[in-house]
């Protein structure tokens, strides 16, 4: 990741995934704080870099290394462009009601197209390979497991968070999509 010249693929693909990211939370930030977030917001921006940070710190440890750096710098890559792309389909097939703060207004629809017919929450898992990519590039066993797990918990708290806003707001229809699909895996959980 950090090897000139092959580390440029992984830098761009980086870039052109938080670009978007960047973008989705700056507009995010300026919308009113609202009680339904329930501070998940800025669980994500905190907790996300200070899992990235301490990711890159434990790649650069010479005994928590995978050592295979070419082979994992290509792999990592590519997760991390596949969960970038599908976090775009994300934000195209939910559109205006994609938001980076929790926000369920009363006559939003419940949304059962594109990756949503199989499962709920389907842009979380999408930055859960994000971060899965980060960590196969790193290189780092410990890196791995800090940024699959930190982000997991971190998505799981917001999917609960944004579920019972929907269970609140919409109920019936949000409820009977619950139960036709599961949260972050289709067929599994």
Known sequence: ?????????????????????????????????????????????????????AATAASFLPWLVIRHSLVALVAGTCVLFAGGVARRVCFRTLGEHFTGAVVVKGDQPVIERGPYRWVRHPSYTAGMMVFLG?????DSWVSVAILLVVPALIYLRRARVEERAFLETIGEPYRAYMARTKRFIPFVV
């Open 1 to 53: 990741m950090f090897r000139f010249p092959e580390g440029v693929a992984f830098w761009v693909v980086y870039v052109w995934v938080f670009a978007r990211e960047f973008a989705l939370i700056r507009t995010a930030r300026r919308a009113p704080a609202g009680a339904q977030d329930a501070g998940t917001l800025r669980l994500i921006m905190i907790g996300q870099n200070v899992a990235l940070v």
């Open 134 to 138: 980060i960590a196969i590039a790193l």
